[in-house]
């Protein structure tokens, strides 16, 4: 059974600070994701990682994946009030000959930036 | 841009009721797929349709069922609730291959 997880789940930093975000997950998968989501509001979509050694880059946010250490990083750069959010990564295992999804969420991370 | 619809958006319920939650894909998405988020929890993989068939089953319980119809919209059936089936309910549609696209969820409160 494929694991996923975070750490840590709860993170408070100051703004303009630096962090990251880990996660690792057990079985060998070729896509992960990285989605936010705001209280009680949907999973929008971060990141797609595709092969290993991909990095991706949005504003302040930087996502990595390693799958021969089945580990994606998501790192955060002068965070800002504006990031405060739940980041979750997520695994797809399922790529059968209908084409379609199945994600395993991580934990998630619980960022408060505090100004 | 078109995104995936849910109705309702809220939605309460009593114990031992029958709930029904629709989910209307992005125009040309041919599957479906369905994740309950309990609170403070990660969202969980219940089931997931493509072109009109279960195409993959998650944790989804017995008391629970699914369908995608002949326009691709969806519905999930849940019967006799509990309280633990409080949740928000997702729905993702994607075409085949490509990253699916949440939805907006319906949160169920089942008192």
């Known amino acids: 059974e494929l694991k996923v997880e975070q750490n840590p789940l709860f993170l408070s930093m100051q703004e303009g600070k630096n962090y990251t975000i880990y996660c690792n997950y057990s079985?060998?998968?070729?896509?992960l994701y990285w989605y936010r989501q705001d209280p009680g509001k949907s999973l929008e979509s971060l990141f797609v990682?595709?092969?290993?050694?991909a990095v991706k880059q949005e504003g302040r946010l930087m996502a990595s994946l390693d799958t021969k250490a089945r580990l994606s990083t998501l790192h955060i750069t002068a965070a800002v009030h504006d990031l405060s959010a739940t980041y979750f990564c997520a695994v797809d295992m399922q790529r059968s000959n209908f084409g379609n999804e199945k994600l395993t969420f991580g934990t998630g991370t619980r960022l408060t930036i505090i100004p | 841009a078109a995104g995936v619809i849910q109705s309702p958006r809220h939605l309460i319920k009593e114990k031992r009721e029958t709930a029904t939650l629709k989910c209307y894909p992005i125009p040309r998405h041919d599957t479906v797929y369905w994740y309950q988020q309990g609170p403070g929890q990660d969202p969980q993989f219940l089931i997931s349709f493509y072109e009109k068939m279960q195409s993959d089953k998650g944790s989804i319980p017995d008391r629970f069922s699914a369908q995608q119809f002949s326009d691709y919209h969806s519905e999930l059936n849940m019967s006799s609730l509990e309280l633990g089936d409080s949740a928000l309910y997702f729905c993702?549609?994607?075409?085949?291959?490509?990253?699916?696209?949440f939805g907006s969820g319906t949160r169920l409160t089942v008192v």
């Open positions: 993702a549609s994607s075409p085949k291959f490509r990253q699916s696209a």
């Open positions: 990682l595709l092969s290993n050694g």
């Open positions: 079985t060998t998968s070729d896509r």
